[in-house]
């Protein structure tokens, strides 16, 4: 079953609701943004640079799919910790103009990056990514509790 993941629950740390709120305010500011610069000339390009991803999570697995457009697989980093994940990729130019006149270039080359908190912590040795047509899925199995803890005799 496929849900929406809910705000962050990190071992019920005092920062987490102030974090949830920026998460909230950056989503929002990227809509934003999105929108206003969505058929302007030379503004869209600067969206670029910041892959858009899909987060979800399952009972065992969280899963994030990134678009890399243009991207080769050999240029793709990702960087798995317990609770966060960052892609890292590089967008090479496939040709190179001679000509001292460009009209218009729209097309991003460069480095693109990502940081995406996740809601649980997941264990990195387990996870898996593939990639293919320009989307990177990441498979992130959860943590789970399986020391049910040990109970201790007590000297006198």
Do not use: C
């Not at 071992?11 to 500011?29: A, G, V």
């Not at 991207?71 to 040709?95: G, T, W, Y």
């Not at 693109?112 to 649980?120: A, G, H, V």
């Amino acid at each position: 079953m496929r849900r929406r993941l809910p705000a962050m629950r990190r071992n019920d740390n005092p920062l987490i609701p102030w974090l949830n709120s920026l998460d909230n305010l950056h989503s929002e500011i990227d809509r934003w943004f999105d929108e206003f610069t969505r058929g302007i000339p030379g503004l869209e390009s600067l969206r670029a640079g910041y892959p858009k991803v899909e987060v979800y999570e399952t009972d065992e697995n969280i899963f994030v799919n990134a678009e890399l457009p243009g991207v080769e697989s050999k240029d793709v980093d990702v960087r798995v910790f317990p609770h966060e994940v960052r892609i890292r990729a590089e967008k090479r130019q496939e040709q190179e103009y001679k000509e001292d006149k460009f009209y218009r270039s729209e097309r991003y080359y460069g480095s693109i990056s990502r940081n995406i908190p996740l809601p649980e912590e997941i264990d990195s040795e387990r996870a898996t990514a593939s990639f293919k047509n320009g989307i990177l899925k990441l498979t992130l199995p959860k943590v789970t509790p399986t020391d049910k803890g040990r109970r201790l005799s007590i000297e006198d």
